[in-house]
């Protein structure tokens, strides 16, 4: 995936780290730390002196908005802006001790269907910032389609979110268009509710801010709010993500950046994470995602696209509810490659027998390869199946082999005889059948 | 490519040369068939373009790291239609430009992310359609009437197998690659083969993610494209998880509604694009829709069968063949240049033989002129010496006349590649013949062509004068010649022989030879450095030994011995160590 989200704290961090490039009239003061429970903030405060000497808005950072409709924003203790240090460990302490319920999407201030549960990890604690709410404003910019969009709004916080159409401005750039067109373009469309004194620090804060978006290879941007007093900012609010496949020429200019995965969702299996530390490693592609592992059909598919197309079937033919993976391997990888994430799938296949007794159903499938080698992929498979053939058998399994390329031939006589040999139940097709057709065979079987 | 090529019987290998910035090889031997040809390398895409300016597509296998910078430099050249890239995952900010700037300059882009595409029956780039068997069998080998457009490469192949099953193979059809910013997109193509009359229908693959099918839904209402469409979105699963699944490519992710696999099929199939149910059902609709067009049967053409086992030649040869009716030097039959009538010398076998080039008459007659020249120089020098004293000891012509060539080397003879060398350096760097003279005193060499034993200016080498008088009337220039000229000037105001001598005067005019026939400096810089200009003294002076060792066996001269008065004996008893 080439778009990845990343923490608000990053976000900020990444924008501190440039700020005199981008935004060289413009002071920001950089006061934010994330912790992930109250001693962390404590032990913070020993360095941060302005975590003992400012009141404090504390809130988790772990990529959902709507923090303040979910209650998750803490600013006040008895009035708004008392927030002590000691407060906000304690509430951070709190937060994270127990699974909380948190709503993405809402209605007004009606949540909107079924909450996520999980538990709250990171934090960010910053300084409680006194403003008028004419001194907040909003800005983000992103992709769409093929060019660059900036969104601009002299209101900021919910009241954008609430009145979109109305309130923002969009500006589209190509992407061929030069500093000076951008910035006479930013310039000429300033919302026309900026007070007029503001109206050319707004403008500049835009400029910097759209090119730090565009150089520092964001996919997606947005301060909502940031305040403008003068020339001093305040990022109050801030969403991000990278394009990480400019990972390698921004390592310097990123820094030490994470991509957690969102709230809610089950955190990686240890197969999981091994398969992609293996992907990272290697020139072809493997790919694993756990989607149900109790389920009965498991698919160790070759092609980005062929995958798609079993994962597909599988849902119509069989429905949903018996798809237990999704998964790739290709771009030719080593027999070796091959083994380790043919282990895996096996090694997560075999842990339980199917709740209902049925067999299980193995889908080793594939369209046919353009360049690599049936034959030295199914070596790694058949390896594979000579470490698991006894759980194999044990839990009980059908195994459905479709592939086509260089080699296949081979490949496919090599599986066939090392599953009779290890006496596994296995049926095998080539290029003359249909690349999904054995998901129809299996599941009418 | 090259099997593909050998397969439909092109007679021309589609690769014209391969851009290898790494390594010295000049060119990297390929499978043509059970034989091989050569393909050209070079160092840069510049240099290729300009060795090969009829190239006009250009595969950009680059990694994710450079495929931009490849791309670019490419743009910047010119003179490409299409430009392929495969790598997959370039930062997209990147990707974006290089796309706009193909735009631009009106370039198509297939890519990135992409195995290729094919026109069946004329070009195949990259690996698209897999090896050559599944080519044949996907009929992939000539065109057949669907245009076929996929983001996936593995589908492609899938989908031409299904087509060849199920229809008459594809008439062109392009992987448009998986990334999200890909160059050239559906709609593209689709205009592309709605416009080319070889194409009766299409067929769209498309992915979950993007609205790039929509543009098809619009050119289809307005009437645009008027050929029947098959289409299908794969990644119909991508709903039943609300996020945090990719399915398929990067380009592949949905971020709204309309962008959704199933959206994208319902609107198709209201626009009248035939949709089948699922993609199970894809072989059947394509039946269907083939089978109501009524097109006439495709004629399948003889095709040349790749050998299964193919063996590397060990031996390359680029200057003559014997295979034919009549041996040929540089592809002219030997008659056309060794008969009198041919008007041909020794000079224009040596261009040929030695340079794979016709040179003109005054570049052959100077040739020829100096193989005379260097022919002998009398029974003194040491490589005739050599060549005396071993025929004496009863060897025969060749063993003798060996003993002769192995002494030339840089004392002997080798003043010619010597003096080529280093006043071309002179010239190239525009040194003035005082600042030469100081450089060679540095580097502590006698300058190679200058000095003779007994010639000055007052008593000139008639061999040397001959051949300036020749260069001066014949050649085109003679720039290093009249740069020579101003050194020796310098040179004989120190000492009168220090003139230009034989070996330093052929040297010299060779390089101004090659200049004026339009080598590249390069190209000169590496016949000196491999001894291409000792070998005219080798060939020339051949004759001379052989001359020399007939003369010994005529004679009957007996077995030599060096008279022992004439050696210096000075030898101590070894210490013990």
Redesign the interface.
Known sequence: MAQKAIREYDAKSILAKHWDQYFPNFTYAYETVMVQNGSELKEAAKEKAWLNEKRLVAKPDMLFGKRGKNGLVLFRDQKPGDVTLEKAAAWIDEKAKEKQEVYFAFDGDTPVGAPSVDYLTHFVVEPFTPHEQAEEYYISATCVGDEDVLYMSAEGGMEVEEGWEEKVTEVSFKITESEEEIAEKIRANVPADVAENDKANFAEFAIGFFRAYRELNFAYLEINPFVMQGNKIELLDMVAKLDDTAGFMMAEAWGDVEYPTAFGMEEKSPEVLAIEEADAKTGASLKLTLLKPDARIWTMVAGGGASVVYADTIADLAGIDDLANYGEYSGGPTTGETKFYAETILDLMTRQKDPQGRDKILIIGGAIANFTDVAKTFTGIIQAFEAYADKMKEVGMKIYVRRGGPNYEKGLKDIKEAADRLGLWIDVYGPETHVTDIVRMAVEA | MLDYDYTIKREKPSVAGIVAPTGDAKFQKFFWGGDEIMVPLYKTTAEAKAAQPQADVLLNFAS??TAYDVTMEALELGGFKTIMITAE??????A??M???AR?AGVIVIGPAT?GAISPGAFKIA?????IE?IV??KLHRAGSCGLV??????F??L???IA?NADGIAEGVAIG????VGSVFIDNLLRMQDNPDVKYMIL?G??GG?EEYKVIEAVKSGRITKPIIAWC????AK??S????????G??ANAERET?EAKNKAMAEAGIHVPA???DL?AKIKEVFESLNIAPVPEPEINIVPSVRRSKQFICTISDDRGEEATYAGFPISSVALPSTGKGIGDVISLLWFKKQYPKWATDFIETVIKTVADHGPAVSGAHNAKVTARAGKSVVESLVTGLLTIGPRFGGAIDGAAEYFKYADDNNLTPAEFLNYMKKQGVPIPGIGHRIKSLKNPDLRVKGLMDYAAENFPKTPLLDYARTVEALTTSKKENLILNVDGTIGILMVDMWRALGYAEEEIDEFIASGTLNAFFIAGRTIGFIGHVLDEKRLAMPMYRHPMDDILYDVQVAEKI
């Open positions: 994710f790291r995952g370039i930062p997209e900010r990147l974006r430009k796309n706009q700037a631009d195995v690996n698209v359609g897999g090896t599944n069998n996907s996929t983001r996936s490469g593995g589908l192949n899938e031409s197998n299904i099953i998986g990334d999200r910013f693959l992915e979950v609205t794969i990644g119909t699963i039943y998880y996020s945090g699944v990719q399915f398929g490519h990067a592949a992710s696999a699922t993609f199970n072989p």
